[in-house]
């Protein structure tokens, strides 16, 4: 499903250069290939449901959609379309980000590029693409993706939580229905948990086992516990297989006339935090010409 997915969202990319002759053919063509994978996921899911009959619990948020679509009192009511493109906001607009935030960060540092490129090279060799089932092989991979999402977090704050009870954490009484902001944006960069905090060095994962999906409080990109972001499964193998192969199959350059000091990453707030000035790069194929 990622490939698939991937495949769909290097077309958007490929889609978005200045307006030129055909590229309205381009925006339908587009449409015509995410309608037909958003009906894949969508019928697959209900393939599933149908075969657990009154078994069945839900696993990730097309579940939980599908739930609601059936409910005759929801306010709002969730047809098939309103389903695709919710799953299309929640599964790629955080993914590019995160991609795109760490293609400012790898930009800068080419030694980083490098070194991630020797290791795809010695794994995955020349003739194919990354896969799925490689990413257990790929430590240094998973090791740049960690150190964005602690530098560069999608969101400021967390969803907000709710005090259910009174108590004290680290010293501070919390009142029973307080409201909770989590800034982890804050957390990603406190000194007290993290060597050289401002600084993008994935080596500091190399070797240790440290979690992204809310064990290990001083990295929460995706939330923790039962309010942990329920795209995260499909986010994860998206920003995974989309920058290891852009990694693979492509070298960086800047746009003729700037340089590595040019590149800005100061950040701008919204829904999502993403780079205040997008970075043109031009990409350049590595791999034999076939595999393209």
Not at 230 to 259: I, S
Request: proline share 6%; aromatic share 10%.
């Amino acid at each position: 499903m990622a490939k698939q997915f991937l495949r769909i969202h290097d077309t958007s990319f490929a889609s978005r250069p200045a307006l030129d002759i055909g590229y309205v053919k381009k925006m339908k063509d587009l449409y015509k290939k995410l309608d037909k994978f958003h009906n894949y996921v969508i019928d697959d899911h209900l393939d599933r449901r149908k075969a657990d009959k009154d078994h069945f619990v839900p696993k990730d948020v097309v579940d939980v959609l599908l739930q609601l679509a059936e409910d005759p009192n929801l306010e709002v009511k969730l047809t098939r379309d309103c389903i695709k493109g919710l799953f299309q906001s929640v599964a790629q607009t955080p993914s590019a980000t995160t991609v795109e935030w760490t293609i400012h960060e790898l930009i800068k540092q080419p030694r980083i590029i490098q070194k991630a490129k020797e290791e795809l090279d010695r794994v995955i060799g020349r003739n194919r693409w990354v896969e799925e089932n490689d990413f257990s092989q790929l430590p240094y991979i998973e090791a740049i993706i960690k150190e964005s999402f602690r530098l560069h977090p999608l969101a400021t704050f967390l969803a907000p939580h709710y005090a259910i009870e009174d108590c004290n954490v680290a010293g501070y009484d919390i009142s029973k229905g307080t409201t909770i902001l989590i800034n982890t944006w804050s957390i990603g960069r406190d000194p007290n948990s993290w060597s050289e905090p401002e600084k993008f060095l994935p080596e500091r994962f190399l070797g240790k086992e440290i979690d992204i999906l809310g064990s290990n409080f001083a990295l929460l990109p995706f939330g923790s516990g039962r309010r942990r972001c329920p795209g995260y499964k499909l986010g994860l193998k998206v920003v995974r297989t989309m920058l290891a192969n852009l990694l693979h199959g492509f070298d960086w350059k800047l746009v003729e006339g700037m340089r590595v000091e040019d590149v800005c990453l100061e950040e701008e707030y919204g829904l999502t935090t993403h780079p205040k000035v997008p970075l043109q790069i031009i990409m350049e194929p590595t791999l034999p010409n076939h595999l393209y």
